[in-house]
Nanobody, 126 residues
Framework: QVQLVESGGGSVQAGGSLRLSCVSA?????????MGWFRQAPGKEREGVVG???????TYADSVKGRFTISKDDAKNTLWLQMNSLKPEDTAMYYC???????????????????WGQGTQVTVSS
């Protein structure tokens, strides 16, 4: 059973940076699955931040383009999200997700993913 564990969240001031990590206890998850980062703020729906298929094709949400970067290390079964120039509106619980099939145009759709981590909180103050 695939399990995902996120870490790296915290509190930063606007303009700061954070790097989130997502580790899978199951081998080959990061290298073979479609992987994504999502976030959910209180009272709002979960939204896609970035998704990447196993061929490296990546889709970013417009709100984070140029500020966030997804990367992964297949050997370490680890996915990262580097977040720069953080804004107060980036405040949310961030989740790592995985899907066993190609996501394609659905990389930012929560319903395309069937495995979720427990989340890590990111708070950006102005």
């Amino acid at each position: 059973q695939v399990q995902l564990v996120e870490s790296g969240g915290g509190s930063v001031q606007a303009g700061g940076s954070l790097r989130l990590s997502c580790v899978s206890a199951s081998r080959y998850t990061v290298s073979t699955y479609c992987m994504g980062w999502f976030r959910q703020a209180p009272g709002k729906e979960r939204e896609g931040v970035v998704g990447v298929d196993n061929d490296g094709t990546t889709t970013y949400a417009d709100s984070v383009k140029g500020r966030f970067t997804i990367s992964k290390d297949d050997a370490k079964n680890t996915l990262w999200l580097q977040m720069n120039s953080l804004k107060p509106e980036d405040t949310a619980m961030y989740y790592c997700a995985a899907a066993p099939t190609r996501c394609g145009y659905r990389r930012l759709y929560p319903r395309a993913y069937n495995v979720w981590g427990q989340g890590t909180q990111v708070t950006v103050s102005s």
